[in-house]
């Protein structure tokens, strides 16, 4: 079970090569080419060399294409971008080679078992995508696997180029400085909430159903049925189902602790006993131990909420809501939020909620706009340092709980200040220097490397610096 649900999280990037030809003709008319070609035919035209990893027209198309499945609409200049992504993915990759960046195997099934679930279901099934792709799945996982290898040691590459980067109170300065007063950028109206979060909890007789299901699946499954047909028809994870339940490689990290307990102490086609997580009751299937990564598959079954459930939380609420509002000079919302919080993202961070743009930073400063648009409704009547009463809410899971609200701060649409938005413009300063230092690379690595681009992509704008004359020794001196 993953920590933030079952759900792969991932977006599919232009800089993932592909070497698996586009050769259905529902792939032809959707690629909507720069050089038209022939549907149902291969293609092995070299579109650019970089020293000497040729980049063929087929990783260009097949990128393209899957943008199209994406959903995106046919814009050829993104094989301009993609054409791009594969000359800055080949330039790292060489000069990795010279500084000895590598990286592990395990590390490489994972990602490509991440990009399969990811393709499948964006496709809506494995069926579909092998349709499309007209092949296997497992023949693409092995054509995909060496380009999957080169996009992350580039990315390796390229957080060495800015490991050592950091940006001082007096860069900030100077980068606010160097901003025209009239380009100053604006930010819109910020507020720190947080939130005592109370979920409805089923009583033991209630979950009771679902255990059982749970428990007749497994049964069915030891007696001879196939796992992954059961997972497709009964489980309730929805990412994994479409996939018998395979949740592909793992290491111990990935999931929760009750999870976790289980897929690691069993061996290869051992089968669990039906056990319960936040998100249910499961029973999963080690499919293959690799390391400190074991590869499961798995069945979810989920309980639903029941009224009485509901109406539990919310007798919960009130009675915290109205000792809050006896006791404020004595009880205080983080220490509320940390004690009686159902929410385990806010509950440790004085029921804090945090950005969700800005995650890593941890920064509890939201834009009114990026709320959820109830929070947003209730915070904008409420004054700074007052809590709301108990209300329902829907999450975007279509889970539904009752929260209090507390307004911490609020802060007025304005244009960028020191004083105001020191963290905000530390993190642009060291963004553009981040972008500067890459570029100045580029430009460097770009001068010292034979490059050579067809002319069919010559007339895309963002690729004319890319053709050069490398330097030579002698030339240097």
Not at 318 to 323: E, H, P, R
Not at 446 to 465: M, V
């Amino acid at each position: 079970m993953r920590k933030l649900g079952l759900l792969v999280l991932g977006v599919v990037s232009l800089i993932t090569v592909a070497k698996a030809q586009v050769t259905t003709d529902a792939a032809a008319a959707k690629a909507d080419t720069i050089a038209p070609r022939t549907p149902g035919k291969t293609l092995d035209k070299i579109a650019a060399v970089v020293g000497n990893a040729p980049i063929l027209l087929s990783d260009i198309e097949q990128q393209y294409a899957r943008y199209l499945v994406e959903g995106m609409q046919p814009d050829p200049q993104v094989k301009c971008r993609v054409l791009q992504s594969l000359l800055t993915q080949k330039l790292l990759a060489q000069q990795a080679i010279i500084d000895s960046i590598d990286v592990k195997e395990d590390d490489i099934d994972a990602s490509v078992d991440r990009r399969m679930r990811e393709m499948t279901q964006r496709a809506g099934g494995q069926d579909k995508l092998e349709g499309f792709l007209g092949k296997s799945l497992i023949q693409y996982k092995d054509e995909i696997r060496p380009d999957m290898k080169e996009q992350m040691i580039a990315q390796k590459m390229q957080q060495k180029i800015t490991e050592k980067l950091n940006v001082t109170p007096q860069d900030v300065k100077d980068y606010y400085n160097a901003i025209p007063k009239d380009s100053l950028p604006s930010f819109n109206k910020e507020v720190e909430v947080g939130e005592i979060v109370f979920q409805p909890q089923l009583t033991k007789d209630e979950k009771a159903l679902y255990k059982e299901k749970a428990e007749e699946l497994l049964a069915r499954v030891k007696k001879g049925e196939d796992f992954g047909t059961l997972a497709r028809l009964y489980s309730q994870d929805p990412m994994s189902a479409v996939e018998g339940g395979d949740l592909g490689f793992a290491d111990r990290t990935t999931f929760v602790k009750e999870f976790t307990a289980n897929a690691f102490k069993l061996k290869a086609g051992e089968i669990s006993p039906v056990f319960e997580t936040d998100f249910g009751f499961h029973f999963l299937q080690v499919i293959e131990r690799r390391g400190e990564q074991v590869h499961v598959r798995h069945i979810l079954i989920t309980p639903a909420i029941t009224e009485a459930s509901l109406e539990r939380a919310k007798t919960k609420a009130d009675s915290i809501y109205t000792l809050m509002m006896a006791h404020k000079k004595d009880l205080d919302f983080s220490a509320a939020a940390n004690f009686y919080s159902d929410d385990k993202e806010t509950k440790f961070n004085g029921g804090m909620m945090l950005n969700a743009e800005n995650v890593q930073a941890r920064s509890t400063f939201i834009p009114t706009d990026k709320l959820d648009p109830k929070v947003a409704l209730i915070v904008d009547t409420m004054k700074v340092g007052s809590i709301s009463k108990p209300d329902l809410f829907t999450g975007a899971d279509g889970k539904k709980s009752y929260k209090i609200l507390y307004l911490k701060s609020a802060t007025d649409a304005h244009k960028a200040n020191l004083a105001q938005d020191f963290p905000k413009l530390k993190d642009m300063a060291y963004e553009d220097k981040n972008t500067k230092t890459v570029n100045k690379w580029f430009d460097k690595r770009r001068k010292e490397t034979f490059i050579k681009i067809d002319p069919e992509y010559q007339t895309c704008d963002i690729l004319k610096k890319w053709v050069t004359t490398p330097v030579t020794t002698a030339q240097a001196k």
